[in-house]
């Protein structure tokens, strides 16, 4: 019988040693982000936490790698140490790699079991989607093994099926969603041609001047007048092309630019793997504006991914009012909190899961 094994991965040259086991396992899981390859799970690291200590959990089962999760240090308000996903509001690289094929208890219990004891007194996992099988194993085999954990939500994310008819779809949106989208594209079309192009094959070595041109408009918007655009913020535009170099040398970058009588007038820097599409940066020229053009560009690219046979989903729609207008399938995503082991850890959490309580009942 071949029992689970655990091993660890304590530092990022240990992850890049096994990048080819890592990579592997992200294939045959079901998360679709190519950010959370090792060598993008490494660039992250470096840029965002590079004196944190890394630490990753590998579950081995018959020779072959059956489920992973990488982890970085860090604090909860700078009060107690904790272990974190690599992941941010600039990009995401952390998240629960399971094979689908792998999903028993047993499998389950030996990560659950190694998470208990890693030295963190808390482990503070953000965007953590509760709702999916693989994390759904972990949180059943938490209370199995005696870990104590809270979950609470904090936003629902949408994801988009992009197998089905464009049309079919289209009408399932509100009348006025739908009349305002073909107010907004004849208006434009006023203006001149009105052209949707999709990057989805540029080589490494020639896409920097295409990245630079898509965040410079976004550093038109008010992102650039508040200094938090990506190309006011340093070192941000560095990770984005070292990160978009790499993706274009795997085949999954895909940068979308909406322009009106040959001007860029929106941008969209995103990335595909195994048929789903994420967009991780949009902007737009704040001079457009009355023409909609962040929801123009959305509309044109949406139609483009569901004419293309190879996508067959558009993942990670923000919960905001212009996103639900395109009738995403949603689903929970919040903060699992762990105590791996000691009092404080333990009385940590217990103070968090009364106040989350005490705030529900208001």
């Not at 860029?264 to 967009?279: E, M, Q, T």
Request: aromatic share 10%; proline share 5%.
């Amino acid at each position: 019988m071949n029992h689970p094994r655990v091993t660890r991965l304590d530092s990022l040259a240990d992850l890049r040693a096994a990048a080819e086991s890592w990579d592997d396992l992200w294939r045959r899981s079901d998360a679709a982000m190519p950010t959370l390859r090792a060598e993008l799970t490494a660039q992250w690291v470096e840029r965002f936490a590079p004196r944190a200590g890394f630490r990753g959990l590998v579950v081995e089962q018959g020779g072959r790698w059956a489920a992973a999760l990488a982890l970085v240090g860090g604090s909860v308000k700078g009060m107690i140490r904790a272990g974190r996903l690599p992941a941010n509001e600039w990009s995401v690289s952390g998240d629960l790699l399971w094979d689908p094929g792998a999903a028993s208890p047993a499998v389950a219990d030996a990560l659950a079991t190694a998470m208990g004891e890693l030295p963190w007194p808390l482990l503070w996992l953000e965007d953590v989607a509760i709702d999916a099988p693989r994390w759904q194993l972990l949180a059943d085999a938490l209370g199995r093994v005696g870990v104590s954990s809270h979950y609470h939500e904090l936003l629902r994310i949408g994801r988009i099926d992009a197998r089905g008819d464009w049309e079919a779809y289209r009408r399932t949106w509100s009348r006025k969603h739908r009349q305002g989208m073909s107010h907004h594209a004849r208006r434009l079309g006023h203006l001149g041609e009105v052209r949707l192009d999709l990057l989805s094959r540029l080589a490494p070595e020639e896409l920097e001047p295409w990245l630079r041109r898509g965040l410079e408009i976004e550093d038109r918007s008010w992102k650039g007048r508040a200094g938090t655009s990506v190309l006011r913020t340093p070192g941000m535009f560095d990770f984005y092309l070292r990160q978009a170099r790499q993706l274009a040398a795997w085949g999954q970058l895909d940068l979308a630019f909406l322009s009106s009588a040959g001007r860029p007038i929106a941008f969209a820097y995103g990335f595909s793997a195994k048929g789903v599409y994420h967009s991780l940066k949009v902007g737009y020229d704040p001079d457009y504006a009355a023409h909609s053009p962040g929801q123009l560009l959305r509309y044109f690219l949406f139609e483009r991914l569901f004419r293309d046979p190879d996508r067959r989903a558009i993942g990670y729609i923000a919960p905001s009012e212009a996103h639900r207008k395109w009738r995403p399938e949603t689903c929970s995503v919040g903060r699992l909190v762990l105590a791996p082991g000691g009092w404080l850890g333990r009385a940590a959490l217990a103070a968090y899961a009364a106040m989350r309580r005490c705030r529900g009942k208001k």
